[in-house]
């Protein structure tokens, strides 16, 4: 069967630490990845995407690897804050065309200060 | 800003009592997308509009349904909730033919007695 699979578990680091975050999926080609972030009681916010042909992509202190062949994407936040605190969902586009996007449970993080 | 807002924010139902919940958006997006998500899962989709193109996921239940009156508004009816359908609704939208990330609006949270 078709799964994206993020750890349920919650992350907890210390500030100033780096975050790593996993999401595996089984069963999909897809044609890119996406990590969005959402915060309690509110809808996800896109944070950044990495098509399959890329094998990492940054944005300030963030960085996301894709290995298709593993079928894993790892998603960093670098001297992680307070404010990252939030729960981080994958997100995926299978290269079967269409506008379907689906989503993984998301691992809430917790940064301590 | 440009953004997508839900309406309204709480909504609270007797079991089997209908219910509309409402998306409106300003970003001038092709695509309209209706998710669920229930408490600690990922975001489900139910459907999405491709401009006035109605295409639904085969799970949905038919209880469920949608409407796309222009490109700013669309509706999400539930017919006769269950107390089943107790869960985050989060109206999405994004443009064709670009990244296609989603930008979420933030949420109604529907509780079913």
């Known amino acids: 069967s078709q799964k994206i699979e993020q750890n349920s578990e919650a992350l907890n680091i210390q500030e100033g630490k780096t975050a790593t975050l996993t999401c595996n999926y089984t069963n999909y080609s897809p044609a890119y990845l996406q990590w969005y972030r959402q915060d309690p009681g509110r809808g996800p916010v896109f944070l950044l995407l990495?098509?399959?042909?890329?094998k990492e992509k940054r944005k300030e202190r963030l960085k996301v690897t894709f290995d298709t062949t593993l079928k894993q994407s790892l998603f960093h936040i670098t001297a992680s804050q307070p404010a990252d605190s939030a729960t981080y969902l994958c997100a995926l586009r299978p290269n079967t065309g269409g506008f379907k996007t689906i989503f993984g449970a998301g691992t809430r993080l917790f940064v301590k200060a | 800003d440009a953004m997508v807002i839900q309406n309204p924010r709480y909504q609270v139902t007797q079991f089997g009592k209908p219910v509309t919940l409402s998306c409106s958006q300003t970003l001038n997006h092709n695509v309209m997308y209706w998710y669920q998500q229930k408490s600690s899962q990922a975001p489900k989709l139910l459907f999405h509009y491709y401009d006035k193109d109605f295409n639904n996921e085969a799970d949905t239940p038919d209880n469920f349904q949608s409407r796309r009156p222009n490109t700013s508004f669309c509706f999400l009816d539930i017919r006769s909730p269950g107390l089943g359908d107790t869960a985050m609704y989060l109206c999405?939208?994004?443009?064709?033919?670009?990244?296609?990330?989603?930008?979420f609006g933030s949420g109604t949270q529907l509780s079913v007695l």
């Open positions: 990495i098509r399959e042909n890329e």
């Open positions: 999405a939208t994004s443009r064709a033919g670009t990244e296609e990330k989603l930008f």
